[in-house]
């Protein structure tokens, strides 16, 4: 895959992702746009991380073992500070509206259904970033 030229190098992202498949997929194409990537297997590896480091953005599945995407973003919202508010994108094989409004209610900014459209990965991130400041990551 050739670059991809990002308007947002460097920013941090969190994947939390438990198919290795799809973690390989969206870590490529996110790196590709230079972004810095860790991942997380399931909602505990998820919680661990965000108490660690601060993440501009973080792409949810919300089928996963031990802690789904649904709680884990409950969680994660609980323990934000209120000045705090990290974005948080639904991603699932499920696109049902009903899916999309449960994601929203829990907390999630967005949904992206799998398999990833590059051109609507483009534009969610396009959507939460753009208001970023340049000194937001340091």
Known sequence: MKKITSKFPGRNVLVV???????????????????????ASHGKEALKSTAAKKYDIIFMDIQMPEMDGYETTRQIRHIESPNKHTTIIALTANAMS????KCIEVGMNDYLSKPLDVQKLEVILQKYLINLSDDANK
Not at 17 to 30: V, Y
Not at 98 to 101: A, G
Request: hydrophobic share 45%; aromatic share 4%.
């Open 17 to 39: 992702e438990d198919n290795l498949i799809n973690q390989e997929i969206i870590k490529e194409l996110l790196e590709l746009m230079d972004f810095h990537i860790d991942i």
């Open 98 to 101: 009903d899916d999309k409004i």
